[in-house]
């Protein structure tokens, strides 16, 4: 009998828990439904393949230019990186580090250890330049992604950039990564 009683007064704290949490959800205006145009903004992933890339193009010879602009301040002149007086680590380096992978102190930077192209131009497209992300056009990411590949020895100096060829673009660690999971596919019932 007592576990009953347990049992019941159990699922009215519950039910009077869920209620209340509710209530106070509507009370102080937590959260909304967010529009078509909202959800648009943020919906800009791209894939490996190149699935999500916007329209637009760019150069090595336009991305050189812009990187002077709105990069090298962190990223350096090279893209060797940026040191922070007072802290520890800094910009982080964005050429070099071949063949450092497999030591104790590997260099992980866009030409050493990222697997697809697309992936530079998506993390710029959401990130970059750091005090003002989602700021550059689609043609100033292409051309900026083309330079960073361009000084990784990646694309040649006349190489432009599109959604056709972006994905193309061979990266030195594309082979470096576990793309089929080995473990078994477990599914959690509804």
């Given at each position: 009998m007592s576990r009953s009683i347990a049992l019941v007064a159990v699922l009215i704290t519950l039910g009077l828990a869920a209620n209340m949490t509710a209530a106070a959800a509507e009370r102080v205006g937590i959260g909304h439904?967010?529009?078509?145009?909202?959800?648009?903004?943020?919906?800009?992933?791209?894939?490996?393949?190149?699935?999500?890339?916007?329209?637009g193009q760019g150069s090595v010879t336009q991305g050189r230019e812009i990187?002077?602009?709105?990069?090298?301040?962190?990223h350096g002149d090279k893209g060797e990186g940026r040191a922070v007086p007072g802290?520890?680590?800094?910009?982080?380096?964005?050429?070099?580090?071949?063949?450092?992978?497999?030591?104790?102190?590997?260099?992980?930077?866009?030409?050493?250890?990222?697997?697809?192209?697309?992936?530079?131009?998506?993390?710029?497209?959401?990130?970059?330049?750091?005090?003002?992300?989602?700021?550059?056009?689609?043609?100033q990411l292409y051309a900026?992604?083309?330079?960073?590949?361009?000084?990784?020895?990646i694309v040649p100096e006349d190489a432009v950039l599109d959604a056709l060829t972006l994905p193309r673009v061979k990266m030195p660690n594309q082979e470096g990564f576990i793309t089929q999971d080995p473990r078994p596919d477990v599914r959690s019932k509804p």
């Open positions: 439904a967010i529009s078509p145009q909202d959800f648009a903004a943020w919906d800009i992933d791209v894939r490996g393949d190149g699935a999500g890339l916007p329209p990187f002077s602009q709105t990069c090298a301040a962190c802290a520890v680590g800094g910009f982080d380096r964005l050429v070099g580090g071949f063949g450092t992978l497999d030591t104790a102190s590997p260099t992980l930077t866009v030409g050493s250890y990222w697997p697809y192209a697309t992936t530079l131009f998506d993390y710029v497209r959401r990130a970059m330049p750091f005090n003002a992300p989602q700021t550059l056009t689609n043609d900026v992604s083309a330079y960073v590949l361009y000084m990784n020895n």
